[in-house]
């Protein structure tokens, strides 16, 4: 478990290169009107990704720094963009951060610079129980994330919000979420429909995540968690410090 763990950080990663070397560097060649949508909550679907792996609040004066990956196994349906470009396993990596604050809040940033996209973003999570490390008391929060990206061919934002779940021990933590992913895809260049040049489009899809948290060393952590992001397939995964 503790060898699959850290592999799949490494291997959703490996697809994504043996994918393309530029997984959205086609999007002003195949850019048209049917696309658009599609590729929104593809995007969407891996922006919203990775931004929890416990119902737990993190506690006044808790710290958390890793990295995360989101990745989907295929392009949605009429995704054109990323299909016609050769695109199967795709995703993104994240550095990400977080910190405990007073009334069961915590906030997080992240960010990444990746295949001509700069994103950043960040979030708040809300303890809706107080924080417990009992065995299997069942600990719940309410997450919401917002992003901003930049590409030469597009721009897009995003929020996100998720219901979260968890319960376990100290070192094993199976946790669920279901939340919504909201996308607002800007067309800066199009060359195969110029006129789709400044057009948006607006996306509003569901997100439910089964994941299992594992602590084999104290203070570090992995994860690991299969998602459906508006029917599609795709998976999680993160390696961090939390204390």
């Known amino acids: 478990m503790r060898r699959a763990a850290l592999a799949m950080p490494l291997l959703f990663a490996a697809a994504s290169a043996v994918a ?26 891996v922006l919203g990704a990775s931004t929890f792996q416990s119902g737990r609040s993190l506690g006044l004066t808790g710290f958390d720094v890793g990295a995360r990956f989101g990745g989907q196994f295929y392009p949605s349906k009429g995704d054109r963009i ?73 721009s897009a934002s995003h929020f996100g919000a998720s219901l ?13 979420g279901a939340g919504l992913d909201r996308m607002r895809l800007v067309v800066r260049q199009s060359s195969l429909d110029a006129t789709l040049n400044g057009r948006a489009v607006n996306t509003l899809e569901s997100r439910f995540t089964l994941g299992l948290r594992l602590t ?26 939390r204390f």
């Open 82 to 154: 990323l299909r016609n470009n050769g695109v199967r396993v795709f995703g993104l990596p994240w550095v990400q951060a977080e910190v405990g604050m007073p009334f069961k809040l915590s906030g997080f940033i992240r960010g990444i610079s990746y295949q001509g996209l700069t994103i950043a973003g960040g979030g708040l999570r809300y303890g809706l129980y107080a924080a417990s490390d009992r065995p299997w008391a069942p600990q719940f929060l309410v997450s919401v994330v917002g992003h901003s990206v930049v590409h030469q061919d597009f």
């Open 164 to 176: 979260v779940c968890s319960a376990g021990t100290p070192f094993f933590a199976p946790y669920a």
């Open 20 to 45: 393309g070397a530029d997984q959205y560097g086609g999007f002003a060649r195949y850019a048209d009107e049917g696309a658009l949508k599609p590729f929104a909550r593809d995007l969407g679907g």
């Open 216 to 241: 084999p060393y104290q203070f570090t952590y992995l994860s690991l968690a299969a998602t459906m992001a508006h029917g599609q397939a795709g998976a999680e995964a993160g390696l961090g410090v």
